[in-house]
């Protein structure tokens, strides 16, 4: 189907589109409703435009910060970042979203005052923000879950790029969808592997992509390619090895080449080892 093809293809776009349809039929539910509420006894001071000027320039403010949190969801996965990390990272944005929701609205709302001839009045921006800030909150949580939502929907499983004829030989390359898009990665270039609930987290060129598999699986798929199991949750690329380091409890730290590091559990260093000593292919 055309729909089904165009979403997939175009995700964020698409999702951008619907978000911003469904901002400004709800907000100008909400104008018309402060409309009804100020002329409920047939007397207001308000004016017709006004309601809809502030419900107005919280929608359009809103849209401008939705791909900031995008970048920031992105950038911090629910899968690969620790549970208080997340919990500071989303604290720390929501302000700044909040901030920058309000300080952008009132500007708005003082430009379309102005053209109006007539004069804004935020009142106490310490006592405003944080009223604001309450209901910035609900969406940003909102938003969080959409795109979240709609990640695990639209993300389906990755498959193996391997020709029947050699299927009894580890795969040397993944073809995984990630957001609406494919994408080649060659086990050459994995640097690391974690394991993610059913998902394995492939570590490639600073870069993650999750494919659904168990690691256990994967790691025995691959031991001929020179990867190896380190840790109940990792498995490294033993050609990107730079150095490693063991502490006095007999666990240890890899160093890859590029910087990154992945603890060395005691239970697998002697398999870890045996690996090493193998003469790489």
């Given at each position: 189907m055309w729909l089904e093809k165009t979403i997939q293809q175009h995700t964020t776009l698409c999702g951008y589109i619907a978000a911003t349809i469904y901002i400004f039929i709800n907000n100008t539910v909400n104008a018309l409703s402060t409309w009804t509420e100020h002329n409920r006894k047939g007397i207001s001071t308000t004016q017709l435009w006004e309601p809809f000027v502030w419900e107005y320039t919280s929608a359009l403010s809103l849209l401008v910060l939705i791909p900031m949190l995008v970048v920031i969801f992105q950038r911090y996965p629910i899968k690969t970042t620790p549970p208080l990390q997340q919990v500071m990272i989303h604290i720390v944005s929501s302000l700044l979203f909040s901030s920058c929701h309000v300080l952008l609205m009132v500007g708005l709302r003082h430009l379309a005052y102005m053209s109006m001839q007539g004069n804004y009045d935020f009142g106490n921006y310490y006592q405003e923000f944080w009223y604001e800030y309450r209901k910035d909150v609900l969406s940003y949580l909102f938003i969080f879950f959409i795109f979240h939502s709609a990640r695990w929907v639209l993300e389906p499983t990755p498959a193996y790029e391997q020709s029947p004829a050699t299927s009894h030989q580890p795969p040397t390359q993944f073809l995984v969808k990630k957001q609406g898009e494919e994408h080649v990665i060659k086990v050459s270039e994995i640097e690391w592997y974690e394991a993610s609930g059913n998902y394995v987290n492939l570590h490639s060129n600073g870069r993650i992509y999750p494919l659904r598999e168990t690691l256990s699986s994967l790691s025995n798929q691959l031991a001929t390619a020179q990867v190896t199991r380190?840790?109940?949750?990792?498995?490294?690329?033993?050609?990107?090895?730079?150095?490693?380091r063991f502490v006095s409890s007999g666990?240890?730290?890899?160093?890859?080449?590029?910087?990154?590091?992945?603890?060395?559990?005691?239970?697998?260093?002697?398999?870890?080892?045996?690996?090493?000593?193998?003469?790489?292919?």
């Open positions: 380190v840790h109940r949750r990792f498995a490294v690329n033993n050609h990107k090895i730079k150095s490693v666990d240890g730290v890899i160093t890859l080449k590029s910087g990154a590091e992945v603890n060395l559990s005691r239970r697998y260093k002697s398999d870890f080892k045996l690996a090493l000593e193998t003469p790489k292919t």
